[in-house]
């Protein structure tokens, strides 16, 4: 019974330090096609609510079905059929102004600035404070990760 007691005891501490890395594991995706709705229910003739241009990366929140729940960079959250959905990882700028640097490093050259809702794909995993992305009329650089949403 002593032993139950400790287990009850610790348990919600665990879980409570366990919580930011569940929310590190997160599913995004991109458009595979423009024009791809976003609807409020998981069926075709459902009310549409947003048209998304291809490469906009949004978050896979659950899958049922060929139906895909997703949320984009503003919080809205509904439909979308998996099919339009590709493995493609893209990420989205979400302050008014942002860098892409030549090496991750605050100091390093610009390559290039960016303004808000700008679509990057993703090159690698981050690790660290910095993403390294590509404009798709760009070279590949480096882009701090408080900049962009989608990962």
């Known amino acids: 019974m002593r032993a139950r007691h400790k287990l009850t005891k610790w348990f919600p501490a665990v879980a409570l330090a366990l919580l930011p890395l569940m929310a590190t594991a997160l599913d995004y995706r991109s458009v595979a096609v423009s024009g791809a709705p976003m609807l409020a229910e998981p069926a075709p003739q459902s009310k549409k609510l947003y048209l998304f241009s291809r490469d906009t990366p949004l978050e896979l929140v659950s899958v049922n079905k060929g139906w895909a729940k997703v949320r984009d960079v503003?919080?809205?959250?509904?439909?979308?059929?998996?099919?339009?959905?590709?493995?493609?990882?893209?990420?989205?700028?979400?302050?008014p102004y942002a860098e892409v640097r030549v090496r991750a490093e605050d100091g390093a050259p610009v390559?290039?600035?960016?303004?808000?809702?700008?679509?990057?794909?993703?090159?690698?995993?981050?690790?660290g404070r910095w993403a390294r992305v590509r404009h798709r009329d760009g070279k590949p650089g480096y882009i701090p990760i408080k900049s962009i949403w989608g990962l």
């Open 111 to 127: 390559l290039y600035a960016l303004e808000r809702d700008v679509i990057l794909e993703l090159l690698e995993v981050p690790s």
């Open 74 to 95: 503003s919080g809205a959250m509904g439909w979308m059929e998996v099919r339009k959905l590709a493995q493609k990882r893209t990420v989205q700028v979400i302050q």
